[in-house]
């Protein structure tokens, strides 16, 4: 019955995700509206990890649904095989990382399909007439496979790092709800202000990465940064806290 529960939540929120991106992509929201021609698949991937789009079409679901997959690991009878808190971290640690890959791909599948559907080229970085010479005043010949790989790659540390911080603040707080309002309110602060980047403005692709090498360090420098403040903090609970 569980594992039925779980697979209906799974499967009802990646039709909403997918309902929901078809619907972003053929709104007056999405690049392809105000750019048309000028519009590729590559400026698709570039809009939808943008800060305002991922926190409104990718957040929600990962959350939702990782935090479905886990929320039986601390039952009693789970808790007593396990022994530790420690083995339940470095379970739920695994579980973020298979489940993070074929949710990237799940999505990156749906965006390249949606945006199909507006654009029938995939990248025009190199030309006269592109979005990325209106945004940077520059010239890229970097190719479309380039610029598919670094956003698929871009999804899954930043859905990797929702999850680690989901399996945090669920073991604080024991409570899925606030943790969605936890996480959901620092991706908000970055929908409305770009001034303070928190999360998704240092795990990106955005047009302005290609080209600067110290802007793809402080990205580095960030995902570095977070994983040993995450360790440590992780360590510190795991040490107040054994159940046997």
Do not use: H
Request: charged content about 15%.
């Amino acid at each position: 019955r569980m594992l039925k529960r779980s697979l209906n939540v799974i499967a009802i929120s990646l039709f909403l995700f997918s309902v929901l991106c078809f619907y972003y992509s053929a709104s007056p929201y999405n690049g392809a509206y105000y750019y048309r021609g000028l519009f590729t698949l590559a400026d698709a991937y570039i809009y939808f990890l943008n800060p305002r789009v991922y926190g409104m079409l990718v957040l929600p679901f990962i959350i939702i649904i990782y935090s479905n997959l886990i929320k039986y690991d601390d039952e009693v009878n789970a808790l007593l095989r396990l022994g530790s808190v420690k083995k339940l971290v470095r379970i739920r640690i695994k579980k973020a990382a298979l489940f993070s890959l074929p949710a990237s791909a799940f999505v990156m599948f749906v965006v390249t399909l949606a945006n199909s559907l507006q654009t029938a080229t995939l990248i025009n970085w190199d030309s006269g007439s592109s979005i990325y010479l209106l945004k940077t005043d520059s010239y890229n010949s970097v190719s479309f496979v380039c610029v598919f790989t670094m956003g698929f790659a871009t999804l899954v540390l930043r859905n990797i790092l929702v999850c680690l911080w989901i399996i945090f603040f669920d073991l604080r707080v024991n409570n899925s709800i606030i943790t969605f309002i936890i996480l959901v309110s620092i991706v908000a602060l970055e929908m409305f202000q770009s001034r303070i980047p928190l999360f998704c403005n240092f795990i990106t692709i955005d047009y302005s990465m290609w080209d600067s090498l110290a802007v793809k360090v402080s990205y580095c420098l960030y995902i570095v940064l977070t994983l040993v403040i995450y360790g440590i903090l992780m360590q510190k609970y795991i040490k107040t806290k054994e159940w046997l």
